[in-house]
């Protein structure tokens, strides 16, 4: 089967974010350089000193801190504006997922006048020309946005739909453990199983390749061995580096090679319950394993294991234990119920979850009723 893999963002796997930006920035003197990030980013002391270091460095910089959790198409207008009053021509994002996807909107709208993010999301517009360039300085060890070529951000009825194009993907993800390193525990945690998830979906999906195995091996496996040390001790750089380092592995994975059930159902959940994307994802993956785990056959198998560090007589039938001992460990629920999720939904989830598009990269074939088991497993 033919495949491309494409993932032109230039990884900066960094010590020190705020001297390697200015770095990267070099050529973009006598441009403009917006930087985008949240109110939490921002109060925490993250990106203060980096927009500062732009500045000392000659650069003319402009910050938009108030990018929201789950932007919508309004918000995304908002940036544009700032953006066109500081005649931007390099945007920076510093934050997670939602400040990262607004970064690539506003970067693609800064080149096509008269376009609505909303005419793209919905084909009444196509993108025809490349976007500014966006370097995307990750906050959270989970979503991989730094280099996906996705960007998710709610329509005007809050309906949150991705616009997928080349040019979305970021010139540079400058990555650095030390921005993570105030994210308390259950982000850590929650972040981190989205990441991880990512990784074995990718790795389990059908549309897998052996160049996407290895960026999603190296991910599972600096996921299994690091996740609970920079839950537990979120001060430890190395942990802290590593996680930082698996959430861009698995992103390229995801990219590349699609996802599968877990994120499935976790849409109509998060959709439902308005419950945390990565909170979701994890209490999803043991009842998903169970039902994925006669498919994970032969050298899969023992690739898989071998990753997560399980022994070499362990079964793939023993996938759903360990993904439920590894989210006691780090703090997490492991019930759907937990999360205030009713049995009464479930039919309705279960069919919204079989119409989501990463449901037939699946390892194993779903339908509504298959969908309806494993919510039924996790409750
Ligand atoms: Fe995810």
Redesign the pocket.
């Known amino acids: 089967m033919g495949y491309v893999f494409n993932c032109p963002t230039r990884l900066n796997f960094s010590d020190n974010a705020a001297e390697d930006l200015v770095l990267e920035l070099s050529g973009a003197e006598g441009g403009s350089v917006l930087v985008l990030t949240d109110a939490g980013i921002l109060k925490a002391g993250i990106a203060g000193p980096v927009v500062d270091r732009l500045q000392t460095a000659g650069f003319k910089t402009t910050l938009f801190g108030e990018v929201p959790g789950n932007p919508s198409v309004n918000d995304v207008d908002q940036a544009v504006a700032v953006a066109k009053r500081a005649g931007a021509t390099h945007l920076v994002a510093i934050g997670g997922g939602s400040v990262i996807d607004t970064a690539k909107a506003v970067g693609v709208l800064m080149t096509h006048e008269g376009v609505n993010w909303e005419d793209l999301q919905w084909g009444r517009a196509k993108i025809s020309r490349p976007s500014l360039p966006v370097i995307a300085v990750p906050t959270t060890s989970g ?1 991989g946005s730094e280099v996906t070529h996705v960007a998710v951000i709610g329509d005007s009825k809050g309906f949150k739909k991705g616009v997928v194009h080349p040019t979305i993907f970021p010139d540079t993800a400058l990555i650095d453990g030390h921005l993570t390193l105030s994210l308390p525990p259950h982000l850590t945690a929650a972040t981190g199983m ?1 990441a991880l ?2 990784a074995m979906e990718a790795y389990l999906g059908k549309r897998h390749n052996p160049i996407t195995d290895l960026y999603a091996l190296a991910a599972i496996r600096l996921t299994s061995q690091w996740l609970p040390e920079a839950t537990r001790n979120g001060k430890n750089l190395e942990a802290r580096s590593a996680m930082a380092q698996a959430a861009s592995l698995g992103g390229i994975a995801m990219d590349q090679a699609g996802l599968g059930l877990v ?1 499935s159902l976790c849409g109509p959940l998060a959709a439902t319950y308005h419950v945390h ?2 909170l979701g ?1 994890a209490v999803l993956l043991p009842a998903t394993l169970a039902f994925n785990a006669p498919e994970i056959k032969g050298e899969r198998w023992e690739n898989l294991r071998a990753a997560i560090g399980l022994a070499g007589t362990a079964s793939p039938e023993e996938l759903s234990g360990w993904a439920e001992d590894l989210l006691k460990e780090i703090g997490l629920p492991t019930r759907l119920s937990e999360l205030g999720v009713k049995k009464e939904m479930i039919a309705e989830m279960a069919e919204d979850a079989t119409r989501m598009v990463m449901t037939p990269n699946n390892i194993r074939p779903v339908t509504a009723e298959d969908c309806a088991s494993v919510l039924e497993m996790a409750l």
Do not use: A, F, L, Q
């Open positions: 979503t989205d998830v990512h994120h994307h990565g994802i």
